[in-house]
């Protein structure tokens, strides 16, 4: 089994990165193969509508070459994903957003991407704004009918100058116990790949006609 992390984070050794350290820890304990990808700090373009992904399903023909792709295709042969961000203005980061605008808008047209896979949802503050970064990560899952990695609390890490997440000792705990229910939840859908729903064709009905 092997998970993919995204690290939103401009700083690539900030506290999201330690955050998700905290969850992949537990994951390798399993021998689960892990990989951290760093898109926080790169020029990712924004999803402009064009519908082309779903025309020529598996991935953004609109803008092929500045990394999305490739995670796609890095995607396809995982179970897991971890989306990780920092806190920007009570937001996900800019390339954050970017980023999963089109993975997920890709990942809707093909059940081989993200469909009925495993994800987790971390987050990185200094103070406030955690929750509804994390709410906003989380419909990205949900969009998916993912398995929902779970703790014993939200899935938010405080600190601001890198390393200082390390000092949150409720949200160490809070990694290491998604970590945990992620190792389950990948476990249990291996054990039931054979009787997974196919993924259907979505109703479209705007409000307007």
Known sequence: MKVIAINGSPRKNGNTYCAIS??????????????????????????????????????????????VNEV???????DGIILGSPVHFAGISGAMKCFCDRLFYVAASTDDILYHKVGAAVVAVRRSGGIPTWD????????????????????????????????DEEGEQIMHE????????LKMREQSLSTA???????RTNFIR
């Open 22 to 67: 905290m969850v992949i820890e537990e994951l390798e304990k399993e021998g689960i193969e892990t990989e951290i990808i760093d898109i926080g700090n790169k020029p990712i373009r924004s999803c402009i509508g064009c519908g082309r992904c779903r025309q020529e399903t598996g991935r953004c023909h609109a803008f092929p070459d500045d990394g």
């Open 72 to 78: 796609i295709e890095k995607l396809r042969e995982a």
């Open 136 to 167: 906003a990560l989380q419909r990205y899952l949900q969009y998916l009918q993912m398995l929902i990695a779970t703790s014993n609390y939200w899935g938010v890490i405080h600190g601001l100058m890198p390393g200082e997440a390390l000092q």
């Open 178 to 185: 998604m970590g945990k229910d992620m190792v389950w939840k």
């Open 197 to 203: 729903p196919p993924q259907v064709s979505k109703v």
